[in-house]
């Protein structure tokens, strides 16, 4: 069963799957957010009534809870034929049964400019980078005349206007210095101002009159929320008069251009210093400095690419039970989905009350049952924010507000539907229950339990099937290599160069991700990194693969994606995969056995460190602590997000950087942490090393963990490296002790390098995408003796 996209819906099916786990059926996720938005409170987060978190759904966390692989990916076509998601990076992913949930964006293909210069209202991650762009542009230079304009008045488009209007009110009212957070894929900016609250409920906050800034609202009806009241539409109308919003009704943009008369813009700033001319359909012209699209949804053009029956603006044509009306194998909800003979407006309520009976049909699904049908409500409440603490209700031709109790209102309904995804119930996250029946035959049938021996190995036809799909990721075989997988025996047969020597390594351990593929390139970065940090080239591997009990197709396509990931990481390095061995087991695991060559005389070892090198780090520790909190559901999601990208980054740039700077000495930063490989170092060189704990890079949410006191399971054993420390140290704070003593996978090389090749080495590391890398050390002569390590 595969989900792709991390709308309502699904994230109702989740919640309520960790719940209710069906035995035999494996669930993976495919969204490109790792925390969906929570339409109802993006104008509230962006008038600075809620903070990042308080408005988002963290889907990885959420998936752990529903035992749910999580592939951080955007989806971008479908092969109904042989039943697969394409996506961006990853392979193909198979699927038996698929749910589509994955939203609709405003239309801009029709308008000339619209998609280059105007800040869409979705995808909601990248509408509020540019938000935050703007507001950290508007607090560079607050008394700048400014124009802004939103296209599109109905509910969507007029709340946005007013919450952009209320935060910037905010902001000339209390002087909020928007402070950045320390994590890029969070919002830059915090709340300014929250309503204030009195007893229990929340007062109107109030603002100057005037502002630098002027509104401009352009919609191609005469009159606000157009869908809604003649009452609600004049009450709108009202306020947006009195607010001194500019109306422009009965307009439409025909095409946005940039402003001939701005000398100030600067190309390919799409969001700093440049001006544009609106044209509009009565001829006439807008000019404005910022352009807010908030109109008609549209869907993905590869949903009706894919042969899926769609109505005639793209979206999937569903039936009462929201199966495809032309493939029943594929399931659609949301604002992606068209009920056939039920139209309904694009509408988050829809998609929340979906979710529970998406939820059971696809269960029934699963156990061949029949599905029920979804009968939608023909009319919705809805409560609009003014963005001052107010709220209107509107529901057909009955209407209330604005008032402060249903701004209140709203707000306890929205966190109440938030709760119910942050209140996990801790004992429930754990791995899916083992698969007890095959879910891929119409007539689930009994799995034998498995065997042991060579009779846990993963079929001959299967696995031919694998390395077949495998042949496009797999890059020409070196000449070097004399049997391996193009014509595979018993065993693979390599030949040295003349002049070389053999480096061999190897590393295997569970999954510590959900996602196999990118488990795949995990592994093989970190396998690979004991040749690199050892100035070996390499050349080839062996692969072990652990699979689940499970069918054929299961575990084949388990073996198709962790095999791939690996290929990602090693094609590009010319290293060939050459065999390998599979076996069944409790849980996925995999390794490599990796081979490279290199010069007698050229290898790097730990005992080649020189008084007065500087050593040099090229990733940031944390991912032991972020890990550990991972598997027990108490990190944040785009904190896993941040620790992810810094194991799957090779360190194979780094090595020809470190060579042409005269690296002497090197080692990877692995299970020992970093305190446990200098030690290695220093008694290895005879000599003493002092490093600076300011300087060692971190990953965000790395402190917070270690302040919760969550460590890795190898760290109390990796703390008696402290004992080594100099007596002059100063003495590691908890936090601290986590940085030296943390397990890192895939971790950073820590390089020895002269004085005055280091800023020249960190500036090309850096250029080379190691943002992180730092000096975090110097080599000195040992005193007394005795090696150690001095903590400055």
Known sequence: MVLVGGGHSHAIVLKLWGMNPLPGVRLTLITDQTHTPYSGMLPGHVAGFYDFDSCHIDLRQLAQFAGAQFY?????????????????????????????????????????????????????????????????????????????????GGAGGVELLLALRSRLQNFYRHGSTLEPSPNALRPTWEPSAPPKVQGDRLLPVTFPVTLPVTFHLIHRGNAPLTGHNLRVQRQFQSLLNRLGVVTHWGETVTAVVPDPDDSQRSTGQRYTGQRYQLQQRSGRSLVCDRLFWVTQASAPPWLQQSGLATDDRGFVRVGPSLQSLSHPQVLATGDIASLEGQPRPKAGVFAVRQGKPLFENLQRLCQGQPLRPFIPQRQILALIGDGQGRALASRGIWSLGFAPWLWYWKNRIDLQFMAQFTDLPPGMMAAPPPPRRSPWTANPAPLPPPCAGCGSKVGAQSLDRVLHRLRDLRPATSPDTLVGLDCPDDAAVLQIPPGKVLVQTVDFFPALVSDPFVFGQITANHCLNDLLAMGATPHSALALVTLNPGSPALQEETLYQVLAGALRVLAPLGVDLVGGHTTTGQGLAFGLSCNGWGDRNALWSKGGLKPGQVLILTKPLGTGTLMAGAMQGRVKGYWVDGAIAAMVQSNAPALDIFRHHGTTACTDITGF???????????????????????????????????????????????????????RSIAPSLPLQGLLCDPQTAGGLLAAVPLDQAQSCLRHLRQGGYGASALVGMVQLMPDDRPGVLLV
């Open 72 to 152: 951080l990916d955007r989806a971008i076509g479908l092969d109904l034929n042989q039943n697969r998601v394409l996506c961006q990076t990853h392979p193909p992913v198979a699927f038996q049964w698929l749910s589509l949930d994955i939203g609709s964006t405003p239309t801009v293909d029709g308008v000339p400019g619209a998609a280059e210069y105007a800040l869409a209202a979705k995808p909601v991650p990248e509408f509020l980078q540019g938000w935050n762009a703007l507001l950290a542009e508007v607090e560079a230079d607050p008394q700048r005349r400014r124009q802004w304009a939103v296209v599109g």
């Open 673 to 727: 942490g970093l305190l446990g490989h200098v030690v290695e170092m220093v008694r290895a060189s005879g000599v003493s090393v002092r490093l600076e704990s300011s300087a060692i890079p971190r990953l965000p949410g790395a402190k917070d963990t270690w302040n919760r006191g969550i460590f890795s399971s190898l760290h109390p054993q990796n703390a008696q490296a402290l004992q080594w420390l100099d007596p």
